[in-house]
């Protein structure tokens, strides 16, 4: 017996307005960004009314406490994801973590500097955010980018996984769950075969850690990046992870103030641990945010919360089958997939398929979901993707599919 | 229904049956424009003689907005020359600038004209444009 989450929807208040044609907001693109419940608006603006000063500077009572705030927000998301708080890299977005990793990888002074003859692998089902930096560090070092092919059905090809990850290869970047098709990759085996090899593992969690319980010792991945605004955090918030042992070989890619050991005219030495990595004054309320995000979530239960979508996604599933014109693109069972479900209507563009949900109040993600690579392997131009949140409901899936069912009527498919 | 004013009939119709798309053998110039935050694209084969526009054909993939506006886009232009032409892209332009505010110039715009809701819907506008702004470009440089 799953637990009753309905009474968590009242806890968001964007849910109080209504949308085109005066419906309800039924908000169906968490995948892209999550709704905040009020704990979470008041935790930064609170911040800003009574803590607002330059964290790490300053002698005076409110640089102590923001300094405080910002520090228990590190310690709280390190308690979250099972790290340690030195392990824990605030940056703006999971596109800068990644692009930071992908920056100190590059810098020589690195003591695991990416170089000439390595190889990087990436994957065909990656967000451009966990493609470009990579594609951009081989082209700075000169090591080659290669890449674990996708099955027709939307899940790893991990038949030449051998090959492909083999002794040259120093990193190995993936994704916790598609952006695209929901499946969730089996990063044990990857992890196993990175391992074998010497090899890093970067895992993009953008997908994974707002939705269901990551541990990074249990994965033993190496670094690990999400952001906060998908998580019910704010915007404006990423994170980074990554092992003491490993962070502390990288060399910083961004430089200013509050990152520094000593600087003279001639050079600088870094601060330790994750401060290294944070050059000027971080994004402080957010962080605050996020950190009552994640007590918000934690108190949910993060495994209730994996139920609650795992029922949804199911219910989707089983409904998208029944309609003419409906093709689900990615996994058709629940078999290792999260909350996300992308899917095509035979003869309507999905910009035009978002269009007509959109008068009923849905809100969905159209198009190539920045995985181009994907859709041109998949020949398609694009896809219609419903994705969920704790605020998410049957009715709201009773509807989408309702709606579905109104788009092929509308644009006469099959008639 | 909103929507309607969106998907006009005319629209629906040129999205299913959309002229002069398929890319003609000879041109003066080829143009490729897309639409990167949606991933919609058009070719388009331009001929001009004259300064009169003699053929334009395209193809593409892209939303019911997008290919039904390039395909009226298509049809009108065909046979103006270059400052009629910019003339009627002009008014175009200016129409789906108008916030619903205007319905078009039906004499100038012709079939053009079903498009005047698309600019109720920001996120739409850069579709209806994509094939025209091909063709500004395609014939800018024909003409330069």
């Keep these: 017996m799953s637990a009753d989450l309905s009474r968590y929807k009242r806890d968001f208040p964007i849910f109080s307005r209504t949308v085109r044609g005066g419906n309800p907001l039924i908000y169906l693109d ?11 608006i008041e935790a930064e603006a609170e911040f800003y ?24 927000a590190r310690e709280n998301v390190a308690r979250f ?42 994957t065909e089902m990656e967000h451009h955010a966990n493609l470009i930096p990579w594609q951009q560090l081989a082209k700075r070092t000169g090591a080659k980018l290669t890449w674990l092919s996708i099955t027709p059905d939307g899940r790893l090809d991990l038949s030449n996984i051998d090959q492909i990850i083999n002794s040259n290869t120093k990193i190995v970047a993936i994704t916790h769950q598609s952006n695209v098709f929901g499946t969730i990759p089996p990063i044990k085996e990857i992890v196993k075969a990175a391992q074998a090899v010497g090899a890093y593992v970067v895992l993009d969690a953008c997908q994974s850690v707002p939705h269901f319980e990551v541990d990074v010792k249990q994965l033993q991945v190496d670094f690990l990046a999400f952001s906060g605004h998908k998580l019910l955090g704010p915007t404006g918030i990423g994170v980074l992870w990554g092992k003491a042992a490993l962070l502390d070989q990288l060399q910083p890619a961004i430089f200013g103030g509050s990152m520094v050991d000593s600087v003279t005219m001639q050079g600088a030495t870094w601060a330790s641990g994750p401060r290294k990595f ?16 994640v007590d918000y979530l934690t108190q949910i239960g993060m495994n209730n919360l994996a139920q609650h979508e795992h029922k949804l996604t199911e219910q989707l599933l089983s409904g998208l ?22 899917f095509t209507v035979d003869g309507v563009h999905p910009h035009d398929v978002g269009q007509v949900l959109d008068q009923y109040g849905i809100a969905v993600r159209t198009g190539h979901h920045c995985a181009w690579p994907l859709m041109k392997k998949l020949q398609l131009v694009g896809t219609t993707r419903a994705s969920f949140h704790i605020y998410n409901n049957s009715s709201d899936v009773v509807s989408l599919l309702e709606a579905v069912e109104k788009v092929t009527d509308y644009f006469k498919v099959g008639k | 229904m909103e929507l309607d004013s969106l998907y006009q009939q005319v629209i629906l119709d040129h999205y299913r049956t959309p002229s002069n798309k398929g890319l003609s053998a000879f041109k003066d110039i080829q143009v490729h424009h897309n639409n990167p935050s949606c991933g919609d694209e058009v070719t388009l084969n331009l001929t001009m003689k004259d300064g009169v526009v003699k053929e334009i054909t395209w193809d593409g993939v892209g939303c019911s907005i997008s290919m039904a506006s390039a395909s009226v886009m298509s049809e009108l232009l065909l046979g103006k020359n270059y400052q009629d032409s910019m003339k009627i892209l002009d008014a175009f332009v200016e129409l789906m600038q108008s916030k619903g505010k205007s319905s078009g110039d039906e004499q100038l715009l012709e079939d053009g004209v079903a498009f005047a809701g698309v600019s109720k819907f920001p996120a739409r506008i850069k579709c209806a444009l994509l094939g025209w702004m091909a063709f500004k470009d395609a014939a800018t440089q024909v003409m330069a």
């Design chain 1, 30 to 40: 968490s995948g892209a960004t999550s709704q905040k419940p009020e704990v979470v």
């Design chain 1, 49 to 72: 009314r009574s803590k607002n000063a330059a964290v790490h500077r300053g002698a005076h009572l409110l640089a102590e406490e923001a300094s405080d705030a910002y520090e228990g």
């Design chain 1, 81 to 122: 994801l099972g790290a340690q708080s030195s392990e824990i890299i605030f940056t703006k977005s999971a596109t800068e973590s990644l692009n930071l990793l992908a920056y100190s990888f590059s810098n020589p002074d690195s003591g695991i500097a990416v170089k000439s003859n390595d190889e990087i692998v990436v």
């Design chain 1, 278 to 293: 944070e050059a000027g004054v971080p994004n402080m309320a957010q962080a605050v945010g996020l950190s009552a995000a």
């Design chain 1, 321 to 342: 089958k029944l309609i003419k014109g409906v093709k689900i693109v990615g996994p058709t069972d629940m078999k290792d997939r999260g909350g996300v479900v992308s």
